[in-house]
């Protein structure tokens, strides 16, 4: 896709666009609701300085200027830049600094909750603790009755035996 070029008025040199600012708060160089381009001429001997406005119909107005206004347009738009930045910057700062505000002061509750869960959790586990000693016991004892229980009845069938005859 070709690349628009602007040549320069005084030299014919190609024109190199340095910055663009939407809508300048300073209305002295632009009229309202424009965007406007400063370009240069890459000429290095040729001095001259431009800036152009467009409008919403795409329609650019040139003006040239003197290098010491250029300089000083120039040196507006590049502080509302970074004063636009600064502000951007101080924004999601603040954000932050309310997301983590609001984290530090929830926090305490949560852990607390969080706490007091595991403590229930805890006594929970101790009595399930309990509980499975106290069956473990039982099942030894179970486990130890059916022991004495089969060997008594070996006993007892082994008498049966020698007392088969008697009726």
Known sequence: MPVIQYL?????KVLEKI????????????????????????????????????????????????????KNILKGVSERKERAMLKEEK???????????????????RISIIKKEMENIKIQVNKLTDEYEERSIQVTHLEEAMEKGRLRLQEIDKRLRELIHIK
């Open 91 to 109: 924004e999601k700062l603040n954000q932050e600094k309310a997301e983590l505000e609001r984290m530090l002061a929830e926090n305490p509750q």
């Open 19 to 70: 910055v663009s600012e939407k809508y300048p708060a300073n209305l002295t160089y632009s009229p309202p609701n424009t965007i406007s381009h400063f370009f240069q001429c890459s000429n290095p001997d040729c001095q001259a300085k431009f800036i152009a406005w467009e409008e919403d119909s795409g329609k650019l107005t040139w003006e040239l200027k003197e290098e010491e206004i250029f």
């Open 8 to 12: 320069c008025d005084h030299c014919g």
